[in-house]
């Protein structure tokens, strides 16, 4: 369990910088991205198991994406790179977006089986729509404010097993390709929104390292356009 | 055999009761020392004073009933039951005056986020001296407290509370956008922020960048003259009371730990001019915050300038562990 008692965190904001690397889908797009902005990422891109890598003026600290908020919020990480879908899904953290940084592209949908109108159906007979997700928040926040009800149903693993067995009506899911709903014979019903990467920071870094934060910032800003 | 208590509440042990108990003294020390008064009010009040003081519905988060079916609330913080303190027993005194606390305060926590319910704020409150000698005489105060904690290192950021609302007002984006605005302002959503601005008409890509610089401006008095470059009157006047105020510290030494801060917004509600926020390099979270609230008391009834700060005492310890193990 955490050390020290809540609310607090322990990090330190000294020595170099501590990146948050989203690995996963995400991976691949930020070490391009770190590269052209100069920072380097070969010993990540290896075969090595280890989670961190010094590189000097930075510290590489790969994790889950949606574990990158955590690490930010509380400062063990001074500042991440995560999608927009983690961040709004666990928008209570703490956490400044400070740029977008345009590449992992992909829409956050409600899909229902194709062809099928168990979605449109359950909302006329029942009043009410099942809809499985790993993203229960973002999914309640957007039936919420389009005034439909809905049982949000969580689910860890490969959502479009949902509607296909019968768990749920319909699904919202993040789409990149489509590739997957269509293999499960799913189709897009609704578009909810757009998730690109995002450049965060720790609220303390921020202001106490800002300098650094303002520089690696304007890095990354130049390395994702050009 | 275990007995629960609430999420967000905790028992003190004696080691760190200890501790603790030493931490509160040279607060209280410190305090004392420079003339302001120790006073305690009650956890409880009515709501309807209570909300008061904070004109959202945020005021407290634990309401509930006596028994002639009277609305109670635990007071979310000590700034609030000493407004209403002033009023009530000090109207007609002589001012300024000068009070201090060390108290716990309630508020709702989220689940499963190691968020205190209960926490101890020790601060002070300096009611009857306007800015900018108001503002410097607390933020001097608070510097001796970080010091008596022994976090030589800690720095306050300072910034203008009224420089948004001004701002967004000269623009003229008001109502919904004004406070969608805000809002991306106060969490600090760059990306949102400029969004929000872009879609709301009449407000061009050069308005929209100058919006956003300004929020990313912190460091010395430097940084006030940038953003006087970037111009405007909500510009100039924000950065007239900044520059009045660092000039002021300035000119009595303790203004070395103070960053001016651009993008700082402070999400209570009754904040008017000069805002504080506290930073120690050993932790992630803020150590605490104040400012001036020249409105708040006028809600009571006395029309007085006023200024405080309170420093979350349990994470003012936690840092001062660190820094004692980084020195050892």
Do not use: W
């Not at chain 1, 703490?94 to 099928?116: N, T």
């Not at chain 1, 006329?124 to 809905?150: C, D, N, W």
């Not at chain 1, 590739?179 to 014979?185: D, H, V």
């Not at chain 2, 509600?269 to 001036?292: F, M, N």
Request: with cysteine.
């Amino acid at each position: 369990m955490s050390v020290g008692f809540a609310g607090t965190g322990r990090a330190k904001a000294e020595g170099p910088l501590k990146l948050a690397v989203p690995r996963g889908a995400l991976f691949e797009e930020t070490l391009d991205l770190l590269d052209a902005a100069g920072i380097e990422t070969a010993a990540v891109r290896g075969e090595s198991r280890a989670l961190i890598f010094d590189e000097g003026e930075i510290v590489l600290v790969t994790m889950r994406p949606s574990d990158v908020p955590t690490y930010v919020e509380a400062g063990a990480a001074d500042i991440g790179i995560t999608g927009k879908d983690v961040l709004l899904e666990q928008s209570d953290r703490m956490v400044y977006e400070l740029l977008d940084l345009g590449y992992g592209r992909c829409r956050m949908v409600l899909a229902g089986r194709a062809g099928d109108e168990r979605l449109g159906e359950s909302a006329r007979r029942l009043g009410m729509m099942r809809i499985a997700t790993k993203y229960p928040r973002i999914a309640e926040r957007h039936f919420e404010s389009t005034g439909r009800q809905v049982e949000v149903i969580e689910v860890k693993g490969s959502v479009e097993l949902a509607p296909l067995i019968g768990l749920a009506d319909g699904i919202v899911d993040l789409v990149a390709s489509g590739r997957t709903l269509e293999e499960n014979m799913l189709e897009v019903r609704e578009e909810i929104l757009e998730c690109t990467a995002r450049f965060v920071a720790n609220r303390v870094a921020h202001k106490l390292r800002g300098e650094e934060v303002d520089g690696l910032a304007a890095r990354l800003r130049e390395a994702s356009i050009g | 055999m275990i007995h629960r208590i609430p999420p967000g509440t905790r028992d003190i042990m004696p080691d760190e009761m200890r501790e603790l108990r030493r931490l509160h003294l040279a607060m209280i020390d410190v305090f004392e020392s420079r003339g302001y008064g120790e006073v305690a009010t009650p956890s409880i009040e009515y709501d309807d004073v209570l909300a008061r003081g904070d004109g959202r519905a945020a005021s407290s988060s634990y309401r509930f009933f006596d028994e002639r079916g009277d609305l109670l609330a635990l007071r979310s913080d000590m700034t609030v039951p000493i407004a209403r303190l002033v009023a009530s027993r000090y109207s007609g005194a002589e001012m300024p005056l000068r009070l201090c606390y060390l108290a716990n305060a309630f508020r709702a926590v989220r689940p499963q986020r190691g968020q205190m319910r209960e926490f101890a704020q020790a601060g002070i409150e300096l009611i009857g001296a306007s800015a900018p000698e108001g503002t410097v005489e607390i933020i001097e105060v608070l510097e001796a407290a970080l010091d008596a904690a022994g976090l030589n290192r800690a720095v306050i950021g300072l910034g203008d509370a009224d420089l948004y609302r001004q701002l967004l007002e000269e623009l003229g984006i008001e109502g919904e956008a004004r406070d969608a605005v805000l809002a991306r302002l106060a969490t600090h959503d760059l990306v949102g922020l400029e969004a929000e601005l872009s879609e709301i008409e009449g407000i061009g890509a050069e308005q929209v960048e100058t919006c956003v610089a300004l929020s990313q401006l912190r460091g010395g008095r430097e940084v006030l003259d940038r953003a006087l470059e970037m111009g405007g009157d909500a510009v100039q006047r924000a950065g007239a009371r900044l520059d009045e105020t660092y000039e002021e510290l300035d000119a009595r030494g303790v203004a070395d730990r103070v960053q001016i801060d651009l993008g700082l917004l402070r999400d209570l509600g009754y904040y008017s001019g000069a805002i504080l926020e506290v930073y120690d390099p050993a932790l992630g979270h803020i150590l605490g915050g104040g400012g001036r609230y020249d409105r708040l008391l006028r809600r009571f009834g006395v029309d007085l300038p006023a200024a405080g700060f309170a420093l979350y005492l349990e994470r003012v310890h936690v840092a001062q562990i660190e820094e004692e193990e980084r020195k050892s």
